[in-house]
């Protein structure tokens, strides 16, 4: 055994009889020391009945104990309230020198710490909101580099549209791809899966430029769910410029014709005779002041 290691045995066995002692100390581990660190718990709590019962103690070392009490408040399963207790050589009085609320094995924490930058997600920020600047953010690249020259500079912002600081790179633009096609205005929402066509051949689609435009495009439909988005060619609505609606069958349709083949039906064709005149009948067309009068001749 080297001497290392009976030092280390020897301390530890020392440690072992103070805590024995300790255990034993009636001025830190009887009922009026109980009491005590109750009394020290509840001044501290909002309310006495968060203090609930006693459930032991635990050696800290040579005439030092801790009290332990369950935590009673509502949203704090597995806490435990901690009063550590002492007292001075030969003291016959306990001293509380602290109070603490501290979580169990199973108790209820809150999430990692997060900055507020990285806690933020999509759809959070609102109107007044501003975000951290980032310098380093992997979805832009640099814009364009100023040369020096400003004739060179001039052309560059002016003609080429370059004033911006940093543009959309690779990275970023393969993210919007995936999450756009991905999202409630792609291939697989639930109005795109029940479209009759396709947004790729609706007029109101207006392409995008530039490599996003090989599958998206902006919907100008105002009867459109999606108007003013972005949608993929792909994607499709109940809005479509070139599709119609089904036209279903009457509820009251008209009866079929009825024919019947069994029955012959007779009809008199001849032409009726025409019938006598009767002499009083050409008596009185005779004298009727409307006849002719006869030529002389």
């Known amino acids: 055994m080297t001497v290392a ?3 280390s045995a020897r301390t530890t066995a020392q440690a072992r009889r103070a805590a024995a002692r300790t255990a034993k100390d009636a001025v830190l581990t009887a009922d009026a020391a109980v009491e005590l660190a109750r009394a020290a718990a509840e001044e501290v709590a909002e309310s006495p009945s968060d203090v609930g019962e006693h459930l032991g103690i635990v050696v800290e070392g040579d005439r030092l104990v801790s009290h332990r009490f369950a935590a009673a408040m509502r949203g704090y399963r597995g806490w435990y309230w901690v009063v550590t207790l002492a007292r001075v050589p030969r003291g016959r009085v306990a001293t509380v020198c602290e109070v603490e609320l501290l979580p169990g094995d199973d108790a209820m924490l809150a999430p990692e710490w997060l900055p507020w930058s990285e806690r933020l997600r ?6 007044g909101d501003v975000l951290p600047f980032r310098p380093d953010d992997p979805r832009l690249e640099p814009g364009w580099t100023p040369t020096g ?3 060179l500079d001039s052309v560059a912002i002016e003609e080429l549209a370059l004033a911006r600081a940093r543009v959309l790179s690779p990275r970023g633009r393969d993210e919007a791809a995936q999450r756009w096609y991905r999202g409630s205005r792609g291939p697989t929402a639930p109005g795109a899966v029940a479209s009759a066509a396709e947004c790729l051949s609706c007029g ?4 995008l430029q530039g490599p996003l435009g090989q599958l998206f495009g902006v ?7 999606d108007d003013g988005k972005v949608v993929s060619l792909d994607h499709g609505c109940g809005a479509h410029s070139e599709t119609d609606v089904e036209r279903p069958p009457s509820d009251w349709p008209d009866a079929e014709p009825l024919i019947d083949e069994t029955t012959v039906e007779v009809v008199d064709v001849t032409p009726a005779e025409t019938a006598p005149e009767t002499a009083a009948e050409s008596r009185d067309a005779a004298e009727s002041p409307d006849a002719a009068a006869p030529v002389a001749e």
């Open 5 to 7: 290691t009976a030092e």
């Open 122 to 127: 999509p759809g959070d920020i609102g109107p």
């Open 149 to 151: 020259d400003e004739e």
């Open 204 to 207: 109101f689609l207006i392409p």
């Open 219 to 225: 919907c100008a439909n105002e009867w459109s769910p």
